[in-house]
């Protein structure tokens, strides 16, 4: 009943995801330049600063890489290091969720199963 | 790098405290934002920052310079204050244009390429006084004076107030790309929180005349969280933590806590987590129950 309407996500993560979605969907091709912090910023209306942490974490799990004085690229094999690490955490980011709020409604795994079953066949 | 100091800033009105003992560093190479509610001493903050006001004591200085009508100084800062139809020395006499050549003159930097960008784009007559124009012209003129001064600091108190929501969305644009092509130091106070809350790297917060908080905006972000459920499974949730805020219905209990280094909610099916947004930040440290019973 508290509670309030709030952007859920911090800035820097929905850019990093941003560029992740781009490079699933093919719209950033691998060894292609991204935008740079500062064009990122412009764009989004952000602190440069935040676009640089978003963009960072990408370089630091080798999605893009930096060519000094040139700017920032996508890594090869990058788009399928983001499905991995996306396959990593679906368990923590949509099962651990779904068994909850099945458990909190009292819906049994049997019955869950069952709907993803029914849900194949669609 | 250059660095605007204020130390045990005191400005006093009569019997009035308006600023008690204000210290803040400002660095060069930033955005921040100063946020505080009507009276908390923004302007008053701003325009003793910038020798437009003498403080009643302490001291601010500019790379260890006195700021004090000092020229070497002034220089490099610009103040660029909310302008009003009827008020500022006559110059709601003047129109547009005189009014900026005046601020050209003060201003050994001024930009005046970008003058005539600004007032294409903000679609400005130059030839109307400053008495004939509207609340988000005058707004368009100060936001000229700020960026058009090249000032390495620039202060802008309340830019956005009488623009409408397309014009202040570009304001926020043309800043960040002023920052990002020049590296200029911006300072810009606000009441519509939200829309500033991802362009400023840095929040500071003035509540009765005391800095209450000063701090990078997203780390801020990321250690306010609100706490909802039943009251008895958010008081136990919510234990040890520094509450700023409670609100109670029936059995339904909101916290907003503010989180100190390693410290986190214990995750439970019972209770809701979110995250805050800046102005529900700030409602939680100066809002009414707080700022005002203290």
């Not at chain 2, 930040?281 to 700022?291: D, K, P, Q, S, T």
């Amino acid at each position: 009943m508290n509670e309030i309407l709030t952007q859920q996500k911090s800035i820097y993560i929905q850019i990093r995801e941003m560029i992740e979605n781009d490079i699933l969907r093919d719209i950033l091709l691998e060894e292609e330049r991204v935008p740079s912090t500062n064009e990122l910023a412009k764009l989004y209306a952000i602190n440069p600063a935040t676009a640089a942490k978003g963009v960072n974490l990408l370089v630091d799990e080798e999605i893009l890489y930096k060519k000094r004085g040139i700017g920032m690229f996508v890594a090869k094999g990058a788009k399928r290091r983001i499905m991995e690490q996306r396959k990593e955490h679906f368990y923590d980011d949509y099962v651990k969720k779904l068994l909850a709020e099945a458990g909190s409604l009292g819906i049994t795994k049997k019955e869950l199963i069952t709907m993803i079953e029914q849900s194949r066949e669609d | 790098m250059s660095e605007l100091v204020a130390k045990g800033v005191v400005k006093t009105y009569g019997h009035k405290n308006v600023l008690q003992d204000v210290d803040l560093t400002l660095e060069a190479g930033k955005i921040y934002g100063l946020i505080g509610r009507n009276g908390a001493g923004k302007t008053t903050l701003l325009s003793i920052l910038t020798s437009q006001n003498p403080a009643s004591a302490g001291s601010v200085t500019f790379d260890g310079q006195p700021v004090w009508e000092n020229p070497q100084v002034l220089r490099h800062l610009c103040f660029s204050r909310e302008l009003n139809q009827m008020t500022g020395n006559n110059a709601n006499a003047m129109k547009i244009k005189e009014y900026l050549r005046i601020a050209a003159t003060f201003f050994p930097y001024w930009d005046s390429e970008m003058e005539k960008r600004l007032v294409r784009e903000f679609d400005l007559d130059v030839k109307k006084k400053i008495s004939k124009l509207s609340k988000g012209m005058l707004s368009m003129v100060t936001i000229i004076v700020a960026f058009c001064s090249k000032a390495e600091f620039t202060f802008l108190d309340e830019p956005v107030a009488g623009l409408d929501v397309v014009a202040r969305e570009r304001f926020y644009e043309l800043l960040v790309e002023e920052y990002t092509e020049t590296g200029r130091t911006f300072v810009v106070s606000t009441h519509i929180i939200e829309e500033a809350a991802e362009v400023l790297e840095e929040v500071i917060i003035l509540d009765q005349g005391k800095i209450l908080l000063k701090e990078n905006t997203q780390d801020l972000l990321e250690r306010s969280v609100h706490i909802s459920g039943h009251e008895d499974d958010v008081n136990k949730a919510a234990a040890g933590l520094h509450i700023c805020r409670e609100e109670h219905m029936g059995r339904s209990k909101g916290v907003a806590v503010l989180l100190e280094k390693g410290q986190q909610v214990p995750e439970s099916a019972d209770i809701t987590i979110q995250r805050m947004t800046l102005q529900k930040i700030f409602v939680a440290l100066c809002g009414e129950e707080h700022g005002h019973d203290r």
